[in-house]
């Protein structure tokens, strides 16, 4: 694995990614932007568009879809088990625990996973890429909103959390892709229909990248001590890992496993921040985590996709 190697794809790759990112941070500083509104029109507007439109234009077949989906979960479970060995381990007190989880599970694959697989592997690797963030943000909004409820014991505290998974725009566009797509109906050529959701979802890579941009802006960061490290390597140096297993195991193509392993490094999900802040976690912690992993991951998706390309043969 040369320097060569490496610098070009810094400078291909990941230097676009961050371009973007600093003009979201710049333009924060000077006119102070409101982040929740970013978040939602992202969340409740753009992401669901970009699913129900590439869902309907990927040419995978449902088997390798479904094995998609199943890879992301298990990384996911995964990702659950060593946050909870190590939160045992550092004796973290309830809320830190909590955040340690949301942390390490739920991984940046929108803002940050898909214009870095789109750079590094082109249309191919974005097909792999959209059941990837489509099971991700499911998992987010609803597995990560109970968890983010977990220290809530009473039945009005879990019923608002199944309210809120509920009033997730996402599941919805998941499932009305799903049935157009079984049902093979044509909304491709519904012109009125199909083309401003088009419009809409091809707004998501730059719009995405500058929210984070503005997040990492407003994100003031705890000290960094050992809480923060352990996350910081479980989810930019341990998933990957874990993800290498899972593909050798399910036994995807080389593409595809290059798309999986690349993407499975990507830091901590915006979106963790916002559930730890929201349902009283340990929002330092979870900004922090964010704020972090997200400036290190400059580092090592370098090195990942390097080392991928090496061993792949330059794909």
């Not at 919805?172 to 797509?181: D, R, V």
């Amino acid at each position: 694995m040369s320097p060569a190697l490496v610098l070009d794809i810094f400078l291909n790759v990941c230097l676009p990614i961050l371009a973007v990112m600093g003009l979201g941070w710049g333009l924060d500083r000077k006119f102070h932007f409101h982040l929740e509104t970013l978040v939602k029109l992202n969340i409740y507007l753009l992401v669901p568009a970009f699913i129900f439109c590439r869902i309907l234009d990927t040419e995978l077949s449902n088997a390798e879809s479904l094995r998609i989906v199943g890879f992301t979960a298990a990384t996911i479970a995964a990702m659950f088990v060593l946050s909870l060995l190590a939160s045992k381990a550092l004796k973290l007190g309830a809320k830190q625990a909590q955040a340690m989880k949301l942390a390490t599970m739920f991984y940046n694959c929108g803002n940050y996973g898909l214009p870095l697989i789109t750079l590094a592997f082109g249309h191919e690797g974005a097909a792999v890429q959209v059941y990837v963030l489509a099971t991700m943000n499911v998992a987010t909004f609803t597995l990560g909103l109970f968890l983010a409820h977990e220290r809530h014991e009473t039945a009005g505290q879990h019923r608002r959390a199944l309210m809120n998974v509920l009033r997730q725009p996402t599941l919805y566009a998941l499932a009305a892709a799903i049935l157009c797509k079984s049902l093979q109906l044509p909304i491709q050529h519904v012109i009125w229909i199909w083309q401003p959701l088009q419009l809409i979802q091809s707004c998501l890579v730059g719009f995405a990248l500058i929210t984070l941009g503005v997040q990492l802006s407003q994100t003031k960061p705890a000290p960094f001590k050992a809480p923060l490290l352990a996350a910081l390597g479980i989810r930019l140096l341990v998933s990957p890992l874990i993800a290498v297993l899972l593909c050798h195991f399910m036994g995807f193509s080389r593409e595809a496993s290059a798309s999986l392993i690349l993407a499975a490094g990507a830091p901590t999900a915006v979106n963790t921040a916002m559930l730890a802040h929201e349902f009283g976690g340990d929002a330092s912690f979870a900004t922090s985590s964010v704020y972090y992993t997200t400036l290190f991951s400059v580092v090592t998706t370098t090195l990942n996709l390097a080392l991928l390309r090496w061993l792949m043969g330059g794909w």
